[in-house]
């Protein structure tokens, strides 16, 4: 039987309830982590996972997808609470309260780019960024993993790591043969069951939830539900100055993380989610962190995986999780950390073994160079840096690469007609960067003195290309010849020198569209009138 990493299946009340359990159990260790990360205490990073999940959960627009507190949003959140706490009196953790106040401001944001429908924008992310994107954040999770193989800041050595890479392989093993036997639970949840019960009834020595957080000088995750405040922070100028860049980068990587989740999801489950709705619930939701002392955060897709890959495919199954989350810190605390770090650690390498991109080596030296090139660029830019950086830098390279490709393909075929007229009829995209190839294929000195050139077969596509063409006609006229320009759309013509004496109008066969200028309302306004 071939295994299958994702079940294209629809899911059910049953899968949804299971897959959040199973979410629920491997966000304590995330949530804490993360936390750590920022520098604040555990429970604001636990309370911001339930309060991320259960609100996108309830209102995103992704059902399936898991948020919560995230590593790229806590490496901002570090400066942001160090800087803030140098801000305020010795030990009055003013750091925090300006984190909760740049969360507000930053789900703001989120929140009107989505009533702006700025999410459509993620569709302009080529196919080789994506490639980089999940490659990048595969080997990032990997890589955050290893982190718990460690106690008191050091390694694990002897029995003690033997026992842990023994444990994590039979997790990974029970969730790679399981399903083969069976696919009516999530084979996740029970090897975190199956490994938990042997640790605690078999008496292993071996590292727990409980021990993970003491060794970040926490003490656990019991706590209370969390309480509405309003951030104490000088509201001024001053502040504003300080929290606004924190919270124009946090809003631009949640949403670039989550949007990124959301289509990646989209595409291992075959169905579509809606980014502006998703959008606008992870700034709710930030929103809400910021009043009840929560971390915030974005689209987690390690757990957004772990979900799908456990059977969850509808908004109960983020519910769960969310509400699961908050059971543990409210009342299984005790239970929930006695869990074994190395359970949850074989979950996520499962995880990072179904995210990471293993096509990448089957097309390396079949797709081009270029797109080879920002695969490996993103990868590693999201592994150095952050994955806000690694995407912006994979789309620019991309788009920089197309530019460059569409300016080679400007072309001229050129004759001479029976009354010695010269024609040149132009092929390919007229734009910024092809006009320098298009003035090399007319010899305006040379030329007879009368010209015609036919756009049929070509496009304008912006005012560079506009002024490319005013400025040859410009050279033609100051040689006394006579230039004809033929089958330019309408709004081209008006934006041409002199066009009525050197455009040839034909309505039944001009093209219709329109230049990608500044006044490209005012053109439209013109046609329609």
Known sequence: MKFSFIDKNQGSIKDDVLSGLTVAL??????????????????????????????????????????????????????????????????????????????????????????????????????????????????VIFTSQIGMFKTGGEFLEGMPLYTMLGLVALTMAIMIFLPMLTKKVPAALIAIIVVSCIVIFGGVETETVLSFIKSGGGTGIKAGLPTFSIPVI????????????????????????????LTLIDELTETRGNANKESMAQGLANIVNGFFGGMGGCAMIGQSIINIKSGGRGRLSGIVAALALLAFVLFGSTYIEMVPIAALV?????????????????????????????????????????????????????????????????????????????????????????????????????DPNEVII???????????????????????????????????????????KKAEKICDVNVLEDPDYFVAIDNYNTMLSKKNN
């Open 26 to 139: 491997a966000l304590v260790p995330e949530a804490v982590a993360f936390a750590f990360v920022a520098g604040i205490s555990p429970i604001v990073g636990l309370y911001g996972a339930f309060m991320m999940g259960l609100i996108t959960a309830l209102f995103g627009g992704r059902p399936g997808m898991i948020s919560g507190a995230t590593g790229a949003l806590a490496v901002v959140m570090v400066h942001l609470v160090k800087e803030g706490n140098t801000m305020g009196p010795a030990g009055a953790e003013t750091g925090l309260q300006y984190l909760f106040a740049t969360l507000i401001l930053a789900g703001v944001l989120q929140a009107l780019a989505g009533y702006f429908k700025l999410g459509k924008f993620v569709r302009m992310i080529p196919h080789p960024v994506m490639m980089g994107f999940v490659n990048g954040l595969a080997i």
């Open 234 to 261: 000088n509201l001024s100028l001053e502040t504003l100055y300080f929290i606004f860049p924190y919270a124009v980068i946090l809003a631009a990587i949640g949403l670039i993380e989550s949007l990124m989740t």
């Open 346 to 446: 074989g979950v996520m390498f499962m995880v990072v073994i179904g995210t990471f991109a293993w096509s990448t080596f089957k097309v390396w030296n079949k797709i081009p160079v270029a797109d080879l090139v920002v695969i490996g660029l993103v990868t590693v830019l999201t592994v150095i840096f952050d994955l806000a950086v690694a995407v912006m830098a994979g789309v620019v390279v991309s788009a920089l690469v197309f530019a460059w490709e569409n300016a080679m393909r400007i072309r001229a075929r050129k004759h001479i007609d029976a009354h010695g007229v010269k024609h040149y009829e132009i092929f390919g995209p007229l734009f910024f960067g092809s006009t320098t190839l298009f003035n090399t294929k007319f010899d305006v000195a040379e």
């Open 454 to 496: 036919d756009f049929k077969e070509s496009k304008v596509m912006d005012q560079s290309a506009i002024e490319a063409i005013n400025k040859l006609a410009e050279k033609y006229q100051k040689l006394g010849k006579n230039i004809h320009l033929r089958h330019l759309s309408s709004d081209c013509i008006a934006l041409i």
